[in-house]
């Protein structure tokens, strides 16, 4: 559980958008969302590849 201590006299805004960093940098949606359903490693290896040749294509288009 994440908690943010409101100190005296700070606006809810702050106190909000300090919370939203916390919840960002622990990642919780991440993990929730990873967690749905399970990928095989052979699918994930799949997309990095897939994901290289793209910017490689990218990056040869650029260099032409």
Same mark, same amino acid.
């Given at each position: 559980?994440?908690?943010?201590?409101? &100190?005296?006299?700070? #606006?809810?805004?702050?106190?909000? &958008?300090?919370?939203? /960093? &916390?919840? #960002?940098?622990?990642?919780?949606?991440?993990?929730?969302?990873? $967690? /749905?359903?399970?990928?095989?490693?052979?699918?994930?290896? $799949?997309?990095?590849? /897939?994901?290289? $040749?793209?910017? /490689?294509?990218?990056?040869?288009?650029?260099?032409?």
């Amino acid at each position: 559980m994440l908690i943010v201590q409101i &100190k005296d006299g700070e #606006n809810i805004e702050r106190a909000l &958008k300090r919370y939203k /960093q &916390k919840f #960002n940098k622990t990642k919780t949606m991440f993990q929730l969302r990873s $967690r /749905q359903e399970f990928i095989k490693p052979s699918v994930t290896n $799949r997309e990095k590849i /897939q994901k290289a $040749r793209y910017i /490689q294509k990218l990056r040869d288009q650029e260099n032409i």
